[in-house]
């Protein structure tokens, strides 16, 4: 079992660098109390003078030239993006390295609060993903969430195939799930691709039903509603009208990137069909 960790730090001009990672494995099951050291260094320094690290190099540099570009082309961007945050969107995606957020979005930093994790999935019951909810609707004030999966997702692909993935298995049953629900309309379809693509739609739409659900958002948006019917009750006789059931936020967008076309396709989201009918249950507020 591990036993202990120990840290030795050397200062070099008022720095403190971690020059030697120990651990040490005591093997109680065997009454062996010897210490063996299972890792000497983690770090790249292996004496008092830092040696680069080859692997990490090319980002250091990237980020320079980053800098660089981006102050010529704005002086004023890294200041401006030192203040507070305040981002009208929040974005549910999947982890995939080929579907970065603000990148298909054409959103700069700043602009959109982002949580990613396998499948894009935002279950009810993890703290993680609702924590992102709580902390962007209640505290940034969003006013948009997006979900986005992708097509060609590895997540619905291994939840559509018989394997036992170990711990991943937990995860991906929430797609199986999503599955189980359309399954009749799912099985009807004989192309395998085509139904993977369904089911990528399918799992987002469910995601975007999730948050539908959420304490969250049903608070936030009964709160906007009556602002909104508030200041339509206090309008001038000259001001525009208000449709409130537009405006009404957070409002929820399904939509699925395709990374052979890098396009973006909005996905019809019917809450009233979907989760109208069903607010005897889901309803926390009435």
């Known amino acids: 079992m591990l036993h202990s960790l120990t840290l030795n730090t050397k200062k070099i001009r008022g720095s403190v660098i971690f020059s030697d990672v120990l651990f040490c494995h005591l093997d109680i099951s065997k009454g062996n109390q010897s210490k063996h050291k299972i890792a000497k260094s983690f770090s790249s320094f292996s004496g008092s003078i830092p040696t680069p690290n080859p692997h990490l190099m090319s980002i250091l540099e990237n980020n320079r030239k980053w800098v660089a570009e981006t102050k010529l082309k704005d002086p004023e961007f890294f200041v401006n993006l030192g203040k507070t945050q305040k981002p009208k969107y929040l974005y549910f995606g999947c982890s995939d390295s080929r579907v970065p957020a603000n990148q298909i979005l054409g959103l700069g930093p700043g602009e959109v609060f982002v949580h990613r994790n396998i499948g894009n999935l935002v279950p009810g019951n993890d703290l993680n993903a609702l924590s992102v909810l709580e902390y962007a609707v209640t505290h940034l004030g969003v ?136 607010d005897h249950i889901y309803g926390l507020y009435h």
């Not at 995860?171 to 691709?193: A, F, G, M, P, Q």
Request: proline share 3%; hydrophobic share 35%; charged share 25%.
């Open 143 to 278: 006013t948009d969430i997006i979900v986005t999966g992708h097509y060609d997702c590895g997540a619905v692909r291994a939840a559509t195939s018989r394997q036992d993935l170990g711990l991943l298995e937990h995860w991906l049953r929430l797609i199986r799930d999503v599955y189980r629900t359309h399954k009749d309309y799912l099985d009807l379809i004989s192309n395998d691709e085509q139904r993977h693509c369904s089911l990528v739609e399918l799992n987002v739409i469910e995601q975007c039903l999730n948050l539908y659900k959420t304490g969250v958002v049903q608070r936030k948006r009964i709160q906007s509603r009556e602002a909104l019917e508030l200041k339509q009750k206090n309008a001038a006789p000259g001001d525009a009208p208000i449709n409130i059931e537009d405006e009404i936020y957070p409002r929820i967008y399904g939509m699925v990137f395709n990374p052979a076309e890098g396009q973006l396709k909005k996905l019809t989201v019917n809450f009233a069909q979907r989760v109208g009918s069903l």
